[in-house]
């Protein structure tokens, strides 16, 4: 196992509403992304987070958006939920050194929007 | 943005057999190439990776082979297992933003 964890594990929510899903980075790791993975896909990027600060962000819109604390944990904010949003959702943590390049992806929230 | 294509999507062969999957990339300043395998309800779990000052990389039965030139690189299995059924991923990223982006995964089934 990776030591990275993401809560909750399943996740039914509405159309319309708005959503949180957690990740707690490796110990050590100080730079977090977060990947939606549609049914039968690959992970398509969504943003990164190193230090706190969001220094990078894929072709997903501003109702996507996302925290990293000082203890390296981190959340996904999605508000005004679509159908289209059902996914898995994944968090990668990584350490934040030009020497690292490793990511390693928490187990994932599964996200049903009806 | 960069353009991963993975091919094939399915692949099936017999235990002891080999297995190679194939990826080609379009972003030239891409110069890290991880692979991944999800079991069905699992993580992708980083099984090897290749960076681009290298051509070949080999860990036990898994080797990972890049040509920057072509942009293509390519993970092949040996001997296979039953255990070696799962869904693959190959992908890219530069140095300077991290950022994966991933082919569309190859389901491999291994035959007993």
């Known amino acids: 196992e990776t030591g990275v964890t993401q809560s909750p594990t399943h996740l039914i929510k509405t159309r319309g509403q708005q959503v949180t899903l957690r990740c707690s980075s490796q110990?050590?790791?100080?730079?977090v992304s977060w990947y939606q993975q549609a049914l039968g896909q690959g992970p398509q990027f969504i943003f990164q987070?190193?230090?706190?600060?969001?220094?990078g962000r894929g072709n997903f819109p501003p109702r996507f958006s996302g925290l990293q604390f000082p203890n390296y944990s981190s959340e996904l904010n999605v508000n005004a939920l679509e159908l289209d949003d059902s996914a898995l959702y994944l968090c990668?943590?990584?350490?934040?050194?030009?020497?690292?390049?490793?990511?390693?992806f928490g187990p994932g929230t599964r996200l049903t929007v009806t | 943005g960069e353009n991963v294509e993975q091919h094939p999507s399915t692949l099936s062969v017999q235990e002891g057999d080999s297995a190679v999957i194939k990826c080609t990339y379009s972003?030239?300043?891409?110069?890290?190439f991880p692979w991944y395998k999800q079991e069905l309800g699992k993580r992708p779990q980083l099984i090897i990776d290749i960076r681009s000052n290298v051509g070949e990389k080999k860990d036990q039965r898994i080797a990972v082979t890049l040509n920057k030139t072509a942009k293509h690189f390519s993970l092949h299995i040996t001997e296979t297992q039953p255990e070696d059924s799962a869904v693959y991923f190959c992908a890219a990223s530069r140095s300077n933003d991290y950022k994966l982006s991933f082919g569309a995964g190859t389901t491999v089934t291994v035959r007993a």
């Open positions: 990668a943590s990584r350490l934040g050194t030009g020497m690292s390049y490793e990511q390693y």
């Open positions: 110990s050590g790791h100080n730079t």
């Open positions: 987070y190193y230090r706190e600060e969001e220094n």
């Open positions: 972003d030239s300043a891409s110069n890290y």
